[in-house]
């Protein structure tokens, strides 16, 4: 089942605001304070709806190369999407995080084949490919925090993936842009600021949200 938004689709500038980024540290208190009370039988349930959720979209089952990540704590887990894509034949990359926060890529072998990592991250132990090898994804699944109904979404602030977008759009490549969330983290309006970019679609555990743009 997909959740089609329809209706203008104003430019990420246009949504800034005085304050944008202390409005956002204030709502991303909110929203990991609101998944650490999570019922850790939801965050187990989760992650096998998720990917059942997103394999309905024709841009993860028609890409050649999907860019993901591992799912950590309490975040919607990606492990079962991860597995079907690869049991697909899809070719995963996931980011290995350099020491200025930027995002190196390697290939995804398996759950035996992730090592632990700083902050808690599980990373692939394989070969290295670069920063650029995103560009070669079809697909690029981001972490967030809530997604708004403009296709806006909030991330952690690290600035890790602003670094990857920035890098897509250089390269002058359009990868479907994903995140993955609960279902209560969809939102009517999150803070904007003039860098952040739509996703094309955001995948909760019982619906698809397609935004326009």
Do not use: C, I
Not at 35 to 54: E, F, H, I
Not at 160 to 188: F, K
């Amino acid at each position: 089942m997909t959740d089609d938004h329809t209706g203008p689709a104003p430019h990420a500038g246009s949504a800034d605001r005085p304050g944008g980024a202390a409005r956002k540290g204030e709502l991303r208190r909110e929203l990991l304070a609101a998944r650490a009370a999570l019922a850790p039988a939801d965050v187990t349930t989760a992650g096998p709806q998720l990917a059942g959720r997103a394999l309905e979209l024709t841009e993860l089952t028609g890409a050649r190369t999907v860019a993901a990540y591992v799912s950590v704590g309490r975040e919607p887990s990606t492990r079962a999407l991860l597995e079907e894509l690869r049991t697909r034949g899809v070719r995963v990359l996931l980011p290995v995080l350099l020491p200025d926060n930027d995002l190196d890529w390697a290939a995804y072998e398996g759950p035996e084949r992730l090592v632990r990592a700083g902050r808690g991250l599980l990373e692939p132990a394989g070969e290295r490919l670069g920063t650029e090898a995103v560009t070669e994804a079809g697909a690029v699944l981001l972490p967030g925090l809530a997604v708004d109904r403009r296709g806006l979404r909030l991330g952690r602030g690290g600035g890790s993936y602003d670094r990857v977008l920035e890098r897509l759009e250089r390269a002058g490549v359009r990868p479907a842009l994903v995140v993955l969330l609960y279902d209560a983290e969809v939102l009517e309006e999150v803070p904007a600021e003039a860098h952040d970019r739509r996703v094309r679609a955001a995948v909760t555990p019982t619906l698809v949200h397609r935004f326009p743009g």
